[in-house]
């Protein structure tokens, strides 16, 4: 927990922060594994959604309002990281066999050693020069994130490890809300607001407590809602709200992102139409669009290799401290204004 008090000179407290870090949880069944293995599952998770890339252009499917030329983006993503961690693994691989052999100072076995090294680099160099990986630290950071990718879709693929992350979290909350606050409010960002959803939208609505009843409002940032959706269609049916009908839900989206969501069937800036829960106790965000970060209007098939809507996914605020023009200045002045109403599905 950090407080925020409004200078160094006083003790008053504005606001208590509290972080969840999920991450770490999500991620542990794999930090013991070996690169061959976290490549092996990678590559596994890259070919599962290769069926779905392809339904992706069936004129007569909907795409749940992700356009195909994001869905492409987003599988030309998971395609890099494959090749990335792939080839990275297998460089590592053939450089341990080329020393090995070299080790044992059998004159006869170096030529050779050295010739599977060769052409083991010589096949992988162009891959990755044409992605741009030459540094080591690189090729850390994308082993990192290839293991987040393998377990945010086991987390909804299969629940994997979403008990041990819903559970605290809903322990936190109830955590905050006996405190002596004024008002409570969440921000979730990207898969942060998939577990925030689980959490306050839980399917059937087999939990209940008044702590949920005392958050003020629920903001969720780049939530990756409408690519769920297109990828796991029944991921969020079945679910019942336990926020109370006064709890204000506003969802902060751009329109460069590819994995923010609308809440739409279309990509139109406009209010959200696709609703959380059954009937009377269905919820739809108040949407409102970031747009200061980067404009959609020149993205193209061609620029999908480039990532650019992927690489917008991070841009509603900056990642050092400074002062900046964020997404935050948004959310403030919308919890300020008056709340339209979201509860309530129409006929």
């Given amino acids: 927990m950090a407080t925020i008090t409004p200078s160094v000179t006083t003790d008053v407290p504005v606001i208590d922060v509290y972080f969840f870090n999920y991450r770490d949880i999500l991620t542990m069944p794999s930090k013991d594994r070996n690169p061959l293995t976290k490549a092996f599952f990678l590559i596994l998770t890259f070919l599962s959604t290769g069926f779905t890339f392809m339904q992706a252009f069936n004129p007569f499917r909907k795409t749940s309002g992700i356009s195909r030329k994001d869905i492409f983006q987003i599988f030309c993503g998971l395609a890099v990281l494959a090749i990335i961690f792939a080839a990275a693994t297998i460089a590592i691989i053939a450089l341990s066999a080329a020393i090995s052999e070299a080790i044992k100072l059998d004159l006869d076995h170096i030529p050779l050693a050295a010739n599977y090294a060769k052409n083991a680099f010589a096949a992988i160099l162009p891959i990755l020069a044409a ?64 577990v925030t959803l689980d959490t306050l939208f839980p399917k059937g609505g087999e939990r209940t407590g008044r702590h949920f009843q005392a958050i003020t409002s629920l903001v969720t940032i780049g939530c990756p809602f409408d690519v769920i959706r297109f990828y796991y269609p029944s991921y969020f049916a079945g679910r019942y709200p336990v926020i109370g009908a006064s709890t204000r839900w ?85 919890l300020l204004r008056k709340a339209e109403p979201s509860v309530g599905c129409p006929d």
């Fill in 131 to 194: 992605i741009g990986v030459s540094s080591t630290s690189l090729a850390s950071s994308v082993a990192v994130v290839s293991e987040k990718v393998v377990a945010m879709m086991n987390y909804m693929s299969a629940g994997h490890r979403k008990g041990a992350i819903v559970g605290p979290f809903e322990d936190l909350v109830c955590h905050v809300s006996g405190g002596d606050y004024k008002a409570i409010h969440i921000l979730a960002y990207s898969f942060g607001s998939v």
């Fill in 250 to 334: 506003l969802n902060v989206f751009s329109p460069a992102d590819v994995l923010g969501s609308n809440f739409r069937d279309d990509e139109e800036d406009l209010p959200a139409e696709i609703h959380i829960g059954q009937a009377s106790s269905a919820r739809k965000p108040e949407n409102f669009s970031y747009v200061d970060a980067v404009s959609p209007d020149k993205f193209t098939f061609l620029t999908s290799f480039l990532l650019l809507g992927l690489r917008a996914h991070g841009m509603y605020w900056e990642k050092t401290p400074c002062s900046e023009l964020s997404c935050f200045r948004l959310i403030i002045e919308a």
